[in-house]
């Protein structure tokens, strides 16, 4: 049973199209990412919700927009898409620790390898 | 600006040896550091961490140094398996700030 699936795996899509990322986690944790990993392998963290806030947010267009129903799902919704937006985006989920302290360790999907033509 | 460097892009070592894999840092304010392994086609997975108090943690096979006053971080793997053959990532966080900074990876190969 996987813990952290994304949806779709591939992606292929015309510029100027929308399309929608979507992952989801089954380890009860409270936390998840968007990381998008370019095509030089820098893997960047973009968005972070906790419990379906968002926490952290990247210098990422606003064109990307992620939406989080619940806290075992994390969407990312990308509109007019462009050709600098093919990556590959990965989705990962943890537990922060209540008493603090940094021992996030972070699980990742498999990724999802966009490409924008 | 990156903040977390892996300057060797790639790396070979034979089978049963040594794999010795380096990262350096420029933020002072980094207090946790992971590696994680990532093989092709999926996610990065968590192989070992090390919080900034200390100097050495080891897990089996694999051993993370940390060199504060240096920024520096190395992975040890021995024996070197043709199984750990993989992308491996460091990556550093700041304390209240769940952010990982990752680096941009060193290709391990374990030649048989």
């Known amino acids: 049973d996987t813990a952290v699936s994304q949806t779709p795996k591939y992606l292929v899509t015309q510029m100027g199209n929308d399309k929608s990322i979507k992952c989801e986690q089954n380890?009860?944790?409270?936390?998840m990412y968007w990381y998008k990993q370019d095509s030089k392998k820098f893997l960047k963290i973009m968005f972070s919700y906790n419990n379906k806030e968002l926490i952290i947010n990247e210098t990422v267009p606003n064109r990307f927009s992620p939406k989080s129903p619940d806290k075992a799902h994390l969407n990312l919704h990308i509109n007019s898409l462009e050709l600098g937006d093919s990556a590959v985006y990965f989705c990962?989920?943890?537990?922060?620790?209540?008493?603090?302290?940094?021992?996030?360790?972070?699980?990742f999907g498999a990724g999802t390898r966009l490409s924008v033509l | 600006d990156q903040q977390v460097k892996q300057n060797s892009p790639s790396l070979s070592v034979q089978e049963g040896r040594i794999s010795i894999l380096n990262c350096d840092y420029t933020n002072s304010m980094f207090d946790y550091f992971l590696w994680y392994k990532k093989y092709p086609a999926e996610g990065p997975t968590f192989l070992i961490s090390i919080s900034s108090i200390k100097d050495k943690n080891e897990d089996g096979r694999f051993t993370v140094f940390l060199n504060k006053s240096a920024k520096h971080l190395s992975l040890h793997i021995v024996p070197s398996q043709p199984g750990d053959s993989a992308v491996y990532f460091c990556a550093a966080m700041e304390f209240g700030n769940e952010k990982l900074t990752f680096g941009t990876g060193t290709r391990l190969t374990i030649i048989p």
């Open positions: 990962a989920s943890s537990q922060v620790l209540s008493s603090g302290g940094s021992k996030n360790i972070q699980y």
């Open positions: 380890l009860g944790h409270d936390t």
